[in-house]
């Protein structure tokens, strides 16, 4: 069998097949983007601060100072900049998010075409591409994060760059590698970490190739990178110059790993994405690696081993009888057709330790490429970088691989990397092309089919969805979020146009956005974590008295995904005890004529005769 260098032929060319696989992949994001219009976000988490923050930005409002932000500037200020020009309306996030998702797919593609593989990177993009318009907070076109989204845009920019570079000495190539490693890490941390750990393994693979220490060639590639950390620099210390270090990494960056929410709970988020490494954890990956490997076993049989004697015939049909059996029993008896079919080729083809397994080939990859450092071409380095960069990219996701959830802003490299492993299993030698690319599309197909198996299932769910019409856009919900959703627009704008503020707890910071009001304090959201105590907590209680609070919209969000569900009495109690003391429950919004865990919210006015707390004073 081929080991993992040896996928080092040259680039595919831009030949008829090519544009058409092109324009395949334009044509599948346009019917997805046709058949699930403004189906997409989550009025209540997450996706509302992508619509509010970058309003505000555009408004002049600057960011981190005058309102709370966790990630990097790069994304609301983007955003920020495409309402200036274009108008603040849903349709040009719907529309920035849509295209970046292209972006994504057609930069996988080509990174499959330098890899030899047209077929794996188109695969990769279709992925990607099915992911991406799901009627969720985790898609493109309305997002729990812009961040993720540009930071998956410029990451599978950033790796066909770096995959130019390793083949070619041109400088500007490796100067664009390093120019979207410095946009990636200012959108969101971990991208711009995984763009610049490759960059290092780049640097690296292009001394190793020379066979001598260049100095000169080192300093040249060191060059090409140093005007993105440059500009990093300079917007770090922009950062810091607002209000000090302290400020950005304790009191709006939540992922830094001292922050109030990385010590209380930065654990847990983690082991919810997939990035575990407790031995139990690896215990499990490798129970479920049995009958992936029972399947590549029987693969290697009847593709490699050509004998055609009683006894060969006799164990390949034992083999082939086994894993059917195996997936019989474990998908198919007790459950629906449809989900036995999903999880079987879900567990061949798009594995739940698919991050796992890459970082295990990129070792072996990069062992390979040493050894035969001597004799290697420049397309040798190719399939190392990429299982480099997808290793770095995806750790976060290292045990819980799936087509939906935080999955889909970092799979796409790893999906393409994983079809070019398992394309190694292909015989050939004494066999013909034909046979090679059906069996490539047969592994690509497989892995498709789950993906848009889960999708179909995801977007079920929206069968039913109706238009929120707003000044500011349509979004498609639910009847029930629709009507709550219209009476709290209606009741935030009547406040806000009698000079009354309207707070909205915990969280639903949508409504800031289609109401056309602002929130009356610089943190918007009170999610678990993100209200530090101590001084931020102060400063929050003090902003409340004085800017006069007159209402609070308390809506019934909970939050069990991190273990403490009920604002102001599992977590942030101060401020919760606080708003509790100084204000009165009026009432529902609407009465609740649907199911309790379904949105409804309550008016609170503040007590009259409420003093100002004493943080304030």
């Known amino acids: 069998m081929p080991h993992l260098s040896d996928r080092s032929g040259s680039p595919s060319p831009w030949d008829i097949t090519s544009y058409v696989g092109l324009l395949a992949l334009i044509a599948l994001w346009a019917a997805r983007v046709y058949a699930t219009w403004a189906a997409w976000g989550n009025l209540t988490i997450d996706s509302g601060h992508e619509m509010y923050v970058p309003a505000l930005l555009a408004g002049g409002k600057l960011l981190y100072r005058d309102v709370w932000w966790m990630y990097g500037p790069a994304a609301p200020y983007f955003n920020a900049e495409l309402f200036r020009i274009f108008g603040v309306h849903l349709n040009v996030l719907y529309w920035a998010g849509s295209l970046s998702a292209l972006g994504s797919a057609i930069f996988l593609y080509l990174s499959g075409m330098r890899l030899s593989s047209r077929l794996a990177g188109w695969t990769a993009g279709a992925v990607l591409v099915t992911e991406a318009f799901q009627p969720s907070l985790f898609c ?64 690296a693979i292009r001394l190793i190739r020379q066979r001598s220490w260049n100095w000169k060639a080192i300093a040249k590639d060191l060059g090409a990178v ?66 992936l490997a029972g399947v590549v076993l029987v693969a290697c049989c009847v593709l490699w081993w050509r004998r055609s004697d009683a006894r060969t015939l006799l164990v390949k049909a034992a083999l082939i009888g086994a894993v059917v059996v195996y ?116 592994i690509c197909a497989g892995c498709l089919l789950p993906v848009v198996l889960q999708s179909r299932a995801l977007e079920a769910q929206a069968k039913d969805f109706v238009p929120l019409t707003t000044e500011r856009g349509t979004i498609r919900v639910s009847k029930h979020m629709a009507k709550n959703y219209e009476a709290a627009i209606q009741f935030m704008r009547q406040k806000a146009a009698a000079g009354e503020s309207v707070l909205s707890v915990p969280e639903d910071t949508s409504l800031y956005f289609l109401s056309g009001t602002y929130c009356p304090m610089r943190v918007f959201s009170f ?18 008295d004085e800017k006069k609070v007159r209402y609070l919209l308390w809506s019934n969000r909970i939050f069990p995904e991190f273990g403490v569900p009920i604002f102001g009495k599992d977590f942030d109690r101060e401020i919760g005890d606080y ?39």
């Open 140 to 203: 493109f076109p309305l997002p729990y994060s812009f961040a993720a989204v540009y930071g998956c845009l410029v990451g599978c920019l950033f790796l066909w760059l770096a995959l130019r570079a390793a083949q070619s000495a041109r400088w500007l190539w490796m100067l664009g590698a390093g120019t979207a490693a410095a946009l990636a890490l200012l959108t969101k941390p971990e991208f711009g970490m995984a763009c610049y750990a490759t960059i290092v393994a780049l640097i």
């Open 527 to 544: 999610t678990p974590g993100v209200l530090a105590p101590g001084r931020m907590t102060d400063e929050a209680i003090a902003e409340i």
């Open 579 to 617: 708003l509790k003391a100084h204000y009165r429950r009026i009432g529902p919004l609407l009465k609740n004529d649907g199911f309790y865990w379904e949105w409804t919210a309550v008016v609170w006015e503040r007590n009259p005769e409420a003093e100002p707390s004493a943080s304030s004073k």
């Open 327 to 442: 997936f019989g029993i474990e998908n198919f008896l007790g459950g629906p057709f449809r989900q036995g079919i999903e999880t079987t080729f879900a567990t061949i083809f798009f594995p739940q330790d698919m991050v796992l397994y890459v970082i295990v080939a990129a070792v072996a990859a990069c062992w390979f490429f040493w050894r035969q450092r001597n004799n290697a071409d420049r397309g040798a380095a190719l399939l190392p970088l990429l299982l480099i960069f997808s290793s770095c990219l995806a750790f976060r996701i290292l045990m819980k691989m799936s087509a939906e959830k935080y999955s889909i802003y970092y799979n796409g490299p790893v999906v393409l990397s994983f079809l070019l492993i398992a394309f190694l299993l292909i015989p050939r030698r004494g066999r013909t092309r034909r046979f090679a690319l059906i069996a490539e599309a047969a």
């Open 226 to 291: 140093l005007p993105g950390v440059i500009i990093c620099a300079g917007v770090i210390r922009w950062m810091i110059s607002i209000r000090g270090v302290e400020f950005i990494t304790q009191e709006n960056i939540v992922s830094w790993p001292t922050s109030f929410f990385m010590k209380t709970m930065g654990k847990m988020w983690l082991a919810q994405t997939g990035f575990t490494v407790t031995p139990a954890d690896f215990y499990g990956a490798f129970m479920r690696a049995i009958p």
